[in-house]
């Protein structure tokens, strides 16, 4: 399996599996540990797209974000392909806050909602 | 009270509320008022220059500390105080533009001045860092009132699409402030799911965004509030949300 999808996959299973309640996080802040998962899907999301473009692959430049964004972009009249584009561009948003927005509102977003966005398009047989 | 007292106060400002922040810059903008109008005395008492001076320090550290205490609060909590009260914050911002458009003005009026009197070359630095200061803030501060703006629609289309709607329960809404100047903004939504498809639900609600960003067109264009000092209302007539998301 190509390790890109591969790693998007165990990704996107990491969270499904950090977010069942058997895991014990008393000592971990929920908050800090919920950035933490949207920072995950968000990798799990671009991995599984990056899997389907050899180009980006072996592409060492910055702001891959954009390039992806781009390339779905040129690609946009398929909905299929739209809908990909809207949910990582939603995920990069959402990551931000998560990264680097300490002083931000919280959004009201549900887990479970984000992991079933993402998770529908890493299963996706085939994005392009 | 004393610039010093002040700046105390000002520290405490990052945990409070809207009120106690709109109280906090009510007493900056007295302070600075009563130090723009001894400096202008003093101007037309041809006072020394050492007192004219001590009025530019103290009106420095006020403007450093006020960026530092109440413009960096209000760029991370301002979509927050607009949502919980749009017109308190609108005033809020409307005491704070008066207020250094005065400051601009005033620093212009100096400007003249010093042309013809003798000024110290700190004097003049100084003057220099507070007009900039001021300049700073003026944009910032546009940036506030743009936000509040896009925060009113956000505001509206959550409760038009509550009402239209009645079949989902809707729980809040959010968007990125960063976002206020893209082209396309993402008005993301929580809502309790009722098991249907999550990317269905999305087509529906973005169908009945289009028409509410039709309805706010039709209603605003005829309104066209004019520039006050250096300020634009343009976001006002204009349709940040182009699609929504469930997030």
């Known amino acids: 399996m190509n390790p890109y999808r591969e790693y998007s996959e165990t990704l996107t299973h990491c969270v499904y599996t950090m977010m069942q309640p058997v895991i014990k996080v008393e000592d971990v802040d929920k908050l800090s540990l919920e950035k933490s998962l949207i920072n995950r899907l968000y990798y799990a999301l671009y991995n599984r797209i990056v899997a389907e473009l050899p180009d980006l692959q072996s592409n060492t430049t910055s702001n891959k974000h954009m390039q992806i964004n781009q390339i779905l972009l040129k690609q946009s009249s398929n909905r299929s392909i739209e809908q990909v584009r809207q949910v990582f561009n939603d995920m990069k948003i959402l990551r931000e806050w998560a990264d680097y927005k300490p002083n931000e509102s919280t959004p009201p977003y549900n887990l479970n909602v984000l992991q079933m966005k993402v998770y529908s398009i890493v299963k996706r047989a085939k994005i392009f | ?247």
Do not use: C
Request: aromatic share 10%; proline share 0%.
């Open chain 2, 1 to 247: 009270m004393g610039v010093k007292n002040f700046s105390m106060s000002l520290a405490l400002v990052a945990t409070l509320s809207l009120e106690a922040l709109a109280d906090n810059t009510s007493m900056y903008i007295q302070e600075e008022q009563r130090a723009i109008k001894s400096a202008k005395q003093y101007l037309i008492a041809a006072t020394k220059n050492t007192e004219i001076s001590a009025v530019f320090k103290e009106l420095k550290v006020s403007s450093e500390q006020f960026n530092d205490n109440v413009v960096k609060f209000l760029n991370s909590k301002i979509t927050d105080f607009a949502k919980e009260d749009s017109q308190k914050t609108g005033m809020l911002l409307a005491n704070l533009s008066l207020h250094n458009d005065d400051k601009i003005k005033f620093y212009k009026e100096i400007k003249k001045i010093v042309k013809k009197n003798n000024f110290s070359k700190d004097m003049k630095e100084d003057l220099v860092l507070l007009e900039h200061i001021s300049k700073n803030f003026q944009k910032e501060i546009q940036k506030f009132i743009d936000i509040s703006y896009m925060e009113i629609e956000a505001k509206n289309h959550f409760k038009a699409l509550k009402l239209i709607h009645t079949e989902y329960q809707f729980k809040d809404y959010w968007y990125s402030s960063t976002d206020v100047y893209n082209e396309s903004i993402v008005l993301f939504l929580s809502l309790d799911n009722n098991g249907e498809d999550i990317f269905d639900t999305e087509d529906k609600l973005n169908k009945e965004l289009l028409s509410l960003q039709s309805l706010k067109k039709d209603m605003t264009k005829n309104i066209e509030l004019p520039n006050v000092g250096g300020f634009d209302f343009d976001k006002m007539n204009k349709t940040h949300f182009t699609r929504v998301s469930l997030i």
